[in-house]
C-alpha cells in the first residue's frame, strides 16, 4: 500500500489478535490504511501486523478507547474509520461507512451490524446494545445499532476532545457528535463470529463492565 494514495486510514484496535489479522489485512480496501494499535498482545500481533503492511502504532494504557484514540492522532488523512480487528467485520465493507463522508452527506457513520452466522452476537451483548440504542433515539439521536464500524473527519473526531479510554469511547463518540450537532446515520454491515475469544461482548463480565463504562458516560454527557 505504499504507493497508493491514502483516503481514508483504518484504526484496528488490537490485543492478540494474531488469527484474524491476515484475513484482515486482505479485505482492506483500495486507499485505505490500516493502522494496527496494539494494546498489550502477546501473540506476535503487532510483528504479523507489520509484515502485511499495517502501520503499527503501540498503546501502553489498556483500554479499548485508548488503543482507537491513538489509532486517530496517528492517522493522518482527512476521514478515519474504526473496525474491530477480531475478523467479525469485513474491511472491504468500509466503503459503505465511509462514503457518505467523503461525499459531504453525512458527518459519522455507523454500521449497522447484520448477523451472518450463529453466535456473531451474543444475546447478552445484543439486549445491552438495543437499550443504549433505544436511550439514544428517545435523545433525538436516530440510531439502531452503536456499531464498531464506523467513519468521520479525523479533524472533526479530535475536536470532540474524547476523554474516555475504555469501553465508553463509542458511546462517548456518538454523544459528543449529536450535542455537536453533526449529521449521524447508519449503513447495513455483516457482522460475523469473531476469531478467537472476545475480551467484551463475548463473555458476560466483559458485557457488564462495558455497560458500566457506557452507564459513566452517559451520566456525564446525557445527563
Same mark, same amino acid.
Not at 29 to 56: F, H, Q
Not at 183 to 209: F, H, L
Given at each position: ?66 488503543? +482507537? ?11 478515519? +474509520? ?142
Amino acid at each position: 500500500m505504499d504507493d497508493e494514495p491514502i483516503t481514508v486510514d483504518v484504526v484496528l484496535p488490537c490485543l492478540d489478535e494474531a488469527a484474524a489479522l491476515p484475513y484482515i489485512m486482505s479485505r482492506m480496501p483500495e486507499g485505505y490504511r490500516a493502522i494496527v494499535v496494539d494494546n498489550g498482545s502477546t501473540d506476535g500481533s503487532a510483528r504479523i501486523a507489520a509484515d502485511l503492511g499495517a502501520l503499527v502504532v503501540t498503546e501502553a494504557k489498556r483500554g479499548f478507547g485508548a488503543a +482507537c484514540h491513538a489509532g486517530l492522532e496517528a492517522a493522518k488523512a482527512p476521514v478515519v +474509520c474504526f473496525c474491530d480487528c477480531d475478523g467479525s467485520l469485513d474491511p472491504a465493507q468500509l466503503p459503505r461507512v465511509a462514503g457518505p463522508v467523503l461525499a459531504g452527506e453525512a458527518d459519522l457513520v455507523l454500521g449497522r451490524r447484520r448477523p451472518t452466522g450463529t453466535g456473531a452476537w451474543p444475546p447478552h451483548a445484543r439486549v445491552a446494545n438495543w437499550v443504549l440504542a433505544r436511550r439514544l433515539r428517545r435523545i433525538g439521536i436516530d440510531v439502531r445499532d452503536l456499531g464498531p464500524m464506523r467513519a468521520a473527519r479525523r479533524e472533526e473526531l479530535l475536536g470532540l476532545r474524547q476523554r474516555d479510554r475504555r469501553s465508553g469511547y463509542p458511546l462517548e463518540m456518538v454523544l459528543a457528535a449529536g450535542r455537536a450537532g453533526w449529521t449521524i446515520a447508519e449503513t447495513d454491515v455483516d457482522y460475523a463470529p469473531r476469531s478467537g475469544k472476545s475480551k467484551v461482548t463475548g463473555t458476560v463480565s466483559g458485557t457488564v463492565r462495558a455497560v458500566r463504562d457506557m452507564n459513566r458516560v452517559w451520566k456525564e454527557l446525557a445527563a
